[in-house]
Nanobody, 124 residues
C-alpha cells in the first residue's frame, strides 16, 4: 500500500510556472505507475500526465504536451509535475495517483491510491 501527499499548488498569473510534488510512503514506490489528474469545479476529473515505474516512459494529453513535464525520483519516493506556460483553464485541484501495474493509463478508475489534492489557480 502507498500513501500520497501533494504539495506545491498556489496562485500564479497566466504564462507563469508551478512545480507540484507528490511524496509517497512505502518502500516499494518503484513498483507503482504514477499519474496526475485534475478536476475543476463542475467538471470531470481529467488526466494530465503519467509516469512509468522507472520514469522512462511518460504520457501527456495534447492540451498539456510541451507545457507539463512529469518526473520521478524513486530513491526519494517523489514524483514531480513541472507546469509551464500556465493558462487560466489549467485552474483546478491537482491529484497524484498510483497503481501497482506495469503500464501507464489515462483512465482514473484504474488508479488505486490517491492524494488529497492541491489547488492550482491561474489568473488572466
Amino acid at each position: 500500500q502507498v500513501q500520497l501527499v501533494e504539495s506545491g499548488g498556489g496562485s500564479v498569473q497566466a504564462g507563469g510556472s508551478l512545480r507540484l510534488s507528490c511524496a509517497a510512503s512505502g518502500r516499494t514506490f518503484g513498483n507503482y505507475v504514477v499519474g496526475w489528474f485534475r478536476q475543476a469545479p463542475g467538471k470531470e476529473r481529467e488526466f494530465v500526465a503519467a509516469c512509468s515505474r522507472s520514469g522512462g516512459v511518460t504520457d501527456y494529453p495534447d492540451f498539456v504536451k510541451g507545457r507539463f513535464t512529469v518526473s520521478r525520483d524513486n530513491a526519494k519516493n517523489t514524483v514531480d509535475l513541472q507546469m509551464n506556460s500556465l493558462k487560466p483553464e489549467d485552474t483546478a485541484v491537482y491529484y497524484c495517483a498510483a497503481k501497482d501495474a506495469p503500464f501507464t493509463s489515462r483512465a482514473y478508475g484504474t488508479y488505486n491510491y490517491w492524494g488529497q489534492g492541491t489547488q492550482v489557480t491561474v489568473s488572466s
